[in-house]
């Protein structure tokens, strides 16, 4: 074996490990690994364990960037090597308020405890103090990649600070990972088909019939709702019920819970194989770490965003020995229909402290968003800022901001036809499934779109939304009529970066963790259905609640200026609170699908144009799926 480092001494040995791991060097790293393991001394044996854990941080960093789709994003390695160098302390002339110094006080303790932090309270700065009064050894963990990127530029080297599935991949058994498809790859709908030797279309019955792709996309989704719950086993429960079963009867419901059940027991088997060609995936070895009881090597645990922790990790953490501390906002639960669990309702801890005053806006604002507590139950206010201006009123937006994918469409429409740029925040690749599956079903090709999941064309699809059980699609399916799938891709594909846009376009469930100086709303927040039965009125509770914690998201991104449509009794757009006119009330039984029609490109004006005033429309009545919310 060639030893290019032989004649080098552990001093340049730690020089090379440094500069390689700052620069992501991996082939250097493995040098010094290699030089270091032939090494006898305790020096050497602390060399080759750093190296070890330098290489662990490149693979993670690796899978990191997969989950944020390439995006340019600073190495974990780099930021690694910066955080062990010490991260920032809270400046001098920075004293806790009173609120943090109790939150500090309780976590000196050595107690559990739950930090319920309104938005904008400075909750990471609130955990900054709590990392640099202990020299303890203490374990950061966020599900999202840039949280704990900034996150490790804030703690102290006493911290580690990781994503959930960052943590999951390094206890990753190592024959996983001999490679990376098999850890990190992904199965289409269509090979998944072809893996499992699905050549026909399985009549259900009379009215319901799957063809091969929608098959293995039931399978598919029956092993993701198993994976990201903290179940041990794949029950019914795990089945989802999408598009056209949804007026199913028991029976052939019963039958596709069969079929679904154990052909996903099936595939799950073949996932856990190390041999076998079918992936685990971010999604599997997230759920083989928390079914392997995984105790953590830290004396206390920081769980920031609780309110939409992964079923798996919040059973991981129930499990440990050390001091958890969870941080979250209770009224920020916005994922709770892909199977988030709200952390800050779901546990007990042994001391509860709260986050009030925000750092992010003033009192006007604040007060908005108070409102918007006060109809959730919550008694305590959030408190604004006396040192900053805010209001509720018009203003030109940085940002809009919408409920569904459909209005972030008709905003991104209106601002192509004003001549602004536009930034859609997000890949967008939901939005661009949506219009592939529309595109697929014209052609009469069957797609793996949740909603349009079962139909074999858009006719189908057109007449479903007319019915109560497909009342979510009528927006959506009005946008397609009108404009064009074609048209509405063309659209999306004229998103610039964000350091060029005049205006940024969002729904409210990607802006979450965001901020801009002025905000504009869309209409289409705080609607809600006529509750028909007992049931439905519990299911109403439940989407009203839902409603009102997006809408408060929404509200708390703005930092000067929020500006709130709402619809007069007369028809006339009015900016007002929305809150304290109460959830927009159910609008004419029957729902209109629009006839299909041309659509012109936009003309675009010469000189800057102004960021647009989108046209609001009428409230239409019906709940939107969470697929369209975002």
Request: proline content about 4%.
């Amino acid at each position: 074996m060639k030893r290019p480092f032989s004649s080098l001494s552990i001093d340049q040995l730690e020089a090379i490990l440094e500069k390689a791991t700052a620069s992501g060097n991996s082939k250097a790293v493995k040098a010094v690994v290699g030089e270091a393991g032939f090494r006898k001394t305790a020096r050497a044996g602390r060399l080759l364990m750093r190296a070890k854990s330098a290489l662990d941080v490149k693979q993670a960093d690796l899978f990191d960037r997969s989950l944020t789709n390439g995006r340019d994003q600073p190495s974990v390695a780099r930021k690694e090597v910066a955080r062990k160098r010490g991260g920032r302390k809270p400046t001098a002339d920075r004293k806790p308020t009173a609120e943090q110094q109790q939150a500090i006080e309780a976590f000196l303790s050595g107690g559990s405890l739950r930090i319920n932090a309104y938005a904008g309270t400075g909750k990471t700065a609130t955990l900054q103090f709590l990392a640099h009064g202990t020299r303890r050894r203490g374990q950061y963990i966020a599900f999202n990649k840039a949280i704990v990127g900034d996150a490790r530029d804030k703690f102290p080297p006493t911290v580690d600070c990781s994503t959930t599935h960052r943590l999951a991949l390094k206890a990753l058994h190592s024959g996983y990972k001999e490679t990376r498809e098999k850890f990190a790859g992904k199965v289409s709908t269509k090979q998944l088909a072809e893996i499992l030797g699905f050549k026909k279309t399985w009549r259900v019955d009379r009215d319901h019939s799957l063809q091969t792709v929608s098959q293995a996309y039931l399978i598919q989704q029956t092993v993701k709702r198993f994976a990201q719950s903290g179940d041990d086993e794949i029950s019914d429960a795990h089945v989802p019920r999408h598009g056209s079963l949804l007026t199913a009867n028991e029976d052939s419901l019963a039958a596709v819970n069969e079929f679904a059940r154990n052909n996903a027991k099936h595939v799950w088997q073949r996932m856990c194989d190390p041999k076998d060609a079918i992936p685990l995936g971010f999604d599997g070895f997230l759920k083989l770490w928390g079914l392997s009881r995984p105790q953590i090597a830290a004396d206390y645990i920081l769980l920031d965003e609780a309110q939409d922790t992964n079923p798996v990790v919040l059973d991981v953490l129930q499990r440990q020995s050390a001091q958890l501390v969870y941080v979250g906002d209770r009224y920020q639960q916005i994922y709770e229909w892909r199977g988030a669990v709200n952390a800050m309702d779901a546990i007990k801890t042994d001391s509860i402290v709260g986050l009030t005053q925000s750092f992010r806006f003033g009192p006007e604002i604040a007060g908005e968003a108070s409102r918007v507590l006060l109809r959730l139950g919550e008694s305590v206010p959030l408190t604004g800022n006396p040192a900053l201006r805010s209001r509720v009123g018009s203003c030109k937006p940085n940002a809009i901001l919408a409920r569904t994918n459909a209005n972030v469409m008709t905003a991104l429409i209106q601002c192509l036809d004003e001549g602004c740029k536009p930034h859609l925040v997000g890949d967008n690749k939901d939005l661009k499934e949506l219009l592939w599956g529309v595109r697929d079903l014209k052609e009469g090709r069957p797609t793996d779109v949740p909603d349009f999941f079962g139909f074999t064309n858009w006719e189908s699809v057109v007449d479903f939304a007319k019915t109560t059980e497909g009342e979510h699609l009528t927006m959506f399916v009005n946008l397609v009529q009108s404009k064009g799938e074609k048209r509405l891709l063309w659209a999306i594909n004229q998103s610039v970066s964000q350091e060029a846009a005049e205006l940024v376009i969002s729904t409210a469930h990607k802006a979450k963790g965001r901020e801009w100086k002025n905000v504009r709303l869309m209409d289409d927040f705080l609607k809600t259905r006529e509750a028909r039965t007992t049931a439905d009125k519990a299911q109403q509770e439940r989407e009203d609640a839902a409603e009102l914690r997006l809408f408060y998201v929404a509200v708390t991104r703005a930092k000067e200026a929020i500006e709130i449509p709402v619809m007069g009794v007369k028809g006339e757009q009015t900016r007002t609170s929305a809150v304290s006119l109460g959830l927009a009330a159910p609008a004419l039984a029957k729902r209109v699908v629009t006839q299909p029609a041309d659509w012109e490109d936009p003309v675009k004006e010469s000189g800057r144009v102004q960021p647009p005033h989108v046209p609001q429309k009428p409230a239409k009545r019906g709940f939107f799926s969470r697929l369209f919310g975002g």
